[in-house]
């Protein structure tokens, strides 16, 4: 199956980061799925570094047990990993509000080196492979 912007499944997604309220979850995942979309979990709010934010996101790409998170490693293996188990992937990272509001600094670094893993596979993966993250949590309106 081709790649298609998620925009395509979700209209009413922005750009990303996409940062979802959880009260959708189900029904985004059912939506994601329809298309043949993987979807995996993890509980972003239990980050307490780069580190333990990489390695998390690893396991759930399917990472070797060797991989010991920090984002050079990180960015050594996606491809590698793309190529040989080429999927459709959105990692959900739930109760990221919890972790912005803890470690904006954290939250902001991480949402940056992930936006470039979901440039990169979709750069590198010919059409193939894609790899999206999508942020749970109950989010505050902006400005409210």
């Known amino acids: 199956m081709q790649w298609r912007p998620i925009s395509s499944v979700i209209p009413e997604l922005s750009a990303p980061p996409y940062l979802l309220p959880e ?14 979309i993987e979807v995996r979990c993890i ?15 690893g396991r759930e790409l399917d990472f070797p047990s060797y991989f010991r998170g920090g984002w050079d490693g990180f960015f050594d293996l996606l491809s590698a990993e793309f190529q040989e188990k080429p999927r459709r992937l959105i ?11 803890r470690d904006l600094r954290l939250f902001v670094n991480m949402s940056w080196h ?11 993966g010919g059409g193939e492979w894609q790899l999206e993250f999508f942020y ?9």
């Open 23 to 36: 009260v959708g979850r189900d029904e985004v995942t059912r939506r994601v799925e329809g298309q043949g």
């Open 43 to 57: 509980d972003a709010s239990r980050f307490q570094s780069e580190r333990d934010a990489s390695l998390a996101v």
């Open 114 to 124: 992930l936006q470039n893993a979901t440039e990169t596979i979709e750069s590198e």
């Open 91 to 101: 990692v959900g990272l739930l109760n990221s509000n919890v972790l912005s509001g």
């Open 136 to 144: 749970w949590g109950t989010w505050s309106p902006v400005g409210g």
